[in-house]
């Protein structure tokens, strides 16, 4: 698609703040009113309809995207989105160990266990470790604590959780990557620490790594995304 208009920018709206295209408001992807609360995200907004080219280029409205997303599925979906962050808890990568007797191990007992142990102290629950691919259910009560963590966040936040969560693999990764201290590299690389070891032992694909970058750039925008509200 062409670019078709000139000027961007943000207006306040009655309900918070709202990108505006040659003086018409924008709406969402779900042909809502794509009015958000924060005024920093709104400048983020605009920044990326500012930044088009010529020819826009779609890959290049992550933010827009999970805006739209909070603003259009999540009002009524959020039961539904709710249920499948759960479900990466249920397969969390974190929980799954090599065997005690390998070296991976204790690369992840030594990177992992710093990122769990955080989790379960702030959320008052315990995730079982498994060595081995057998799964192993974390307690009802794990699950509910969970699932009243994630009930208390916001649509903006769930949205960018979704994203977190599922490119790692991980929700304790996800949960982790909303602090505002965190640092998105490490938590990429405890995400990608059995992708990492295997290139140790057996080299780098090219492709595989130009994928990885660019999921890392999208988990990285996720991050700034939440600390944009």
């Not at 309900?15 to 809502?32: A, M």
């Not at 080219?53 to 933010?63: L, N, V």
């Not at 192993?136 to 649509?155: G, I, N, Y």
């Not at 949960?175 to 059995?194: I, K, Q, V």
Request: aromatic share 8%.
């Amino acid at each position: 698609m062409k670019r078709f208009y000139t000027r961007v920018h943000v207006e306040r709206a009655a309900s918070g703040h709202q990108v505006f295209l040659d003086g018409r408001p924008l709406k969402t992807q779900g042909g809502r009113q794509q009015v958000v609360d924060s005024l920093a995200l709104a400048e983020a907004l605009a920044s990326e309809w500012d930044g088009q080219g010529e020819t826009i280029d779609p890959a290049r409205f992550a933010y827009r995207d999970m805006a739209d997303y909070a603003l259009d599925t999540l009002p009524e979906g959020r039961t539904a989105a709710i249920a499948k962050l759960l479900r990466y808890a249920e397969t969390d990568t974190l929980c799954y160990r090599a065997d005690p007797d390998e070296p991976l191990w204790h690369r992840q007992r030594d990177m992992w266990d710093p990122l769990v142990e955080t989790l379960e102290a702030r959320e008052g629950i315990v995730l079982e470790r498994v060595s081995g691919v057998v799964a192993k259910p974390h307690a009802p009560a794990t699950m509910d604590r969970l699932k009243a963590r994630l009930e208390s966040l916001d649509d903006f936040t769930l949205a960018a959780l979704e994203q977190l969560t599922a490119l790692s693999a991980s929700l304790c990764v996800g949960l982790a990557a909303l602090d505002h201290d965190a640092d998105g590299e490490a938590l990429w690389a405890a995400a990608n620490l059995e992708e990492d070891w295997q290139i140790e032992q057996w080299g780098a694909d090219e492709e595989a790594a130009a994928r990885r970058a660019k999921r890392l750039e999208a988990f990285l925008k996720a991050m700034a995304f939440v600390r944009l509200l």
